[in-house]
């Protein structure tokens, strides 16, 4: 893990009169804002029990982090879709879906903190549950993943100094500069967003056709 002030040596020059708590608290907030737009501190969480007729489980990350979204999450072998009230409205027309009860299918999540299956369990069982999640720094941490620091750095710091450069009465307040850094770090969030959405991989250019043998 990396402390928050492990950043300032990418933001403090280039940002004069700014004290170190100021710069601090700008690179905490602009941590946060990198992981919620690109997804890319991701968990797997402790495998959790279904719960005969129990119908929300926690989303409980390690750490000081919160859950941003679902990245996954499956009912044994069977891949849980993610799904709207309004679309369980529309599947379920004639039935009242929060009582149903049966294998899950679907989730959403009524808070960000909890997951709601449908229909809720029929049966008990073990490590049934497993889930996985993005996550961000909450805001009482201290500390942010080191590969926040060890492969985006630059972006990070781009995103401090734009926070900085965009703050009114203070000497380093420059709204050009703040103009032009906040696009250079929503620019890269949405690269890095991308590139977790491929799962990190380069895509093939090439067609590749199924073997029949």
């Given at each position: 893990?990396?402390?928050?002030?492990?950043?300032l040596d990418y933001v403090m020059p280039y940002a004069p009169g700014a004290t170190v708590a100021m710069a601090t608290l700008e690179l905490k907030n602009?941590?946060?804002?990198?992981?919620?737009?690109?997804?890319?501190?991701?968990?797997?969480?402790d495998p959790q029990p279904l719960i005969v007729n129990a119908p929300e489980y926690e989303l409980d990350p390690d750490g000081d982090y919160k859950v941003v979204d679902v990245i996954e999450a499956w009912s044994g072998d069977q891949f849980l879709i993610?799904?709207?009230?309004?679309?369980?409205?529309r599947i379920y027309r004639v039935?009242?879906?929060?009582?149903l009860v049966g294998n899950p299918y679907y989730f959403y999540r009524p808070t960000p903190d909890i997951l709601r299956?449908?229909?809720?369990?029929?049966?008990?069982?073990?490590?049934?549950?497993?889930?996985?999640?993005?996550?961000?720094?909450?805001?009482?941490?201290?500390?942010?993943?080191?590969?926040?620091?060890?492969?985006?750095?630059?972006?990070?710091?781009?995103?401090?100094?734009?926070?900085?450069y965009d703050?009114?009465?203070?000497?380093?307040?420059?709204?050009?500069?703040a103009a032009i850094?906040?696009?250079?770090?929503?620019?890269?969030?949405?690269?890095?967003?991308?590139?977790v959405n491929m799962g990190n991989v380069r895509a093939s250019s090439k067609v590749e056709f199924q073997r029949w043998v």
């Open positions: 893990m990396k402390t928050y002030s492990t950043f602009t941590c946060i804002e990198f992981c919620e737009k690109t997804l890319f501190l991701q968990q797997d969480l993610p799904k709207s009230l309004e679309e369980l409205t039935t009242n879906w929060q009582d299956l449908v229909p809720m369990p029929q049966l008990t069982q073990q490590n049934y549950l497993k889930i996985r999640v993005a996550v961000a720094p909450t805001r009482a941490s201290t500390t942010v993943d080191d590969s926040v620091f060890e492969r985006w750095l630059e972006q990070v710091a781009y995103g401090a100094r734009a926070r900085l703050t009114v009465n203070q000497p380093y307040y420059d709204p050009k500069a850094y906040t696009k250079r770090f929503n620019d890269a969030c949405a690269d890095i967003r991308r590139r």
